[in-house]
């Protein structure tokens, strides 16, 4: 398969894949009240409206395409934890460590902006290499429970029953006109036929199973804390009906959020096969809730 991945924008120092400055866009800063609108972000403590987390994994194929080809749209994963928020194109670059080898291996990931603050870390990895992911290792030391307040409807080991999910193929032309690292795999024919979806649309197939969490019962502003996508049996693609099930993983609380942690997968309504799967982990901001007017 021809690998669609621009050598001379990568290069490699010390061992690190490094990507190329782009500028990700802050593309629902229109929504007024959420965490990508300047003025409650602002409110909140972030330096403005936020670019979303789903949006920056889409910087990160072209590297796993010079690493492994395109099998890590078909066996692949992408683990991150969001440790600082980025505003509308502020300048980002991605680093993968270069393995010792090319399948069923994992390997470290990080984004910086310019500043040198890290946007995210985590793992990636092709295959099957027996370790566990960053946010597999996170959740399991991650201290759960305490004071829930906004979530506290929640409990942990909910079955999130199965919903239809669809991406329409005109939403990877319409993510070709601002995606930062565009492949024409995602607009036009791909290795395995159609259009696939970008790890941003990957997600939003991802997320109709939050239905069955309620997460809207009371008020706050959210955000993605972590995103782990793994493809089980991909790629993921555009035009063709799938359905989601997931389960309620944990819940907790930190000094300035509550968070949900929940798995969903995306299948087969026919086959019954697995295609991908999603580990999410959704913050809620305690400033923002009426159920924390008396937190400091």
């Known amino acids: 398969m021809t690998t669609p991945a621009a050598a001379a924008d990568f290069i490699e120092e010390g061992g690190v894949l490094v990507g190329p400055w782009r500028e990700p866009r802050n593309e629902a800063a229109d929504q007024r009240g959420s965490i990508h609108d300047d003025e409650t972000a602002r409110r909140l403590g972030f330096r403005g409206g936020t670019v979303a987390g789903s949006i920056h994994l889409e910087q990160f194929p072209p590297s796993f395409l010079r690493l492994w080809g395109p099998r890590w749209f078909e066996r692949g994963s992408i683990s ?111 290795p395995w036929g159609g259009p696939i979806a970008t790890p941003a649309l990957v997600v939003r197939a991802m997320r109709p199973v939050e239905q069955g969490m309620d997460l809207r019962r009371h008020r706050a502003v959210g955000l993605f804390g972590a995103i782990e996508l793994r493809f089980l049996a991909g790629p993921v693609f555009l035009g063709r009906d799938y359905q989601v099930r997931g389960r309620l993983v944990a819940i907790g609380e ?22 991908a799967a999603m580990l999410m982990m959704l913050r809620f901001m305690k400033a923002s809730s009426p159920l924390w007017q008396d937190h400091a």
């Open 80 to 190: 991150a934890y969001f440790r600082n928020a980025t505003t509308d194109r502020e300048a980002v670059r991605t680093y993968v460590r270069i393995p010792d080898r090319t399948d069923d291996v994992q390997t470290e990931i990080w984004m910086e902006d310019r500043e040198g603050r890290q946007v995210l870390e985590g793992t990636a990895s092709v295959g099957d290499p027996g370790a566990p992911t960053r946010l597999a290792q996170l959740l399991a030391s991650q201290r759960t429970g305490g004071d829930v307040r906004i979530l506290g409807h929640l409990a942990p080991g909910t079955e999130l029953p199965p919903v239809p999910t669809r991406l329409p193929l005109e939403a990877g032309e319409q993510r070709m006109r601002v995606i930062t690292e565009p492949l024409p795999w995602y607009a036009t024919e791909s």
């Open 254 to 275: 930190t000094p300035k959020s509550e968070f949900a942690w929940y798995e969903a997968v995306l299948f087969e309504p026919e086959s019954g096969r697995d295609v």
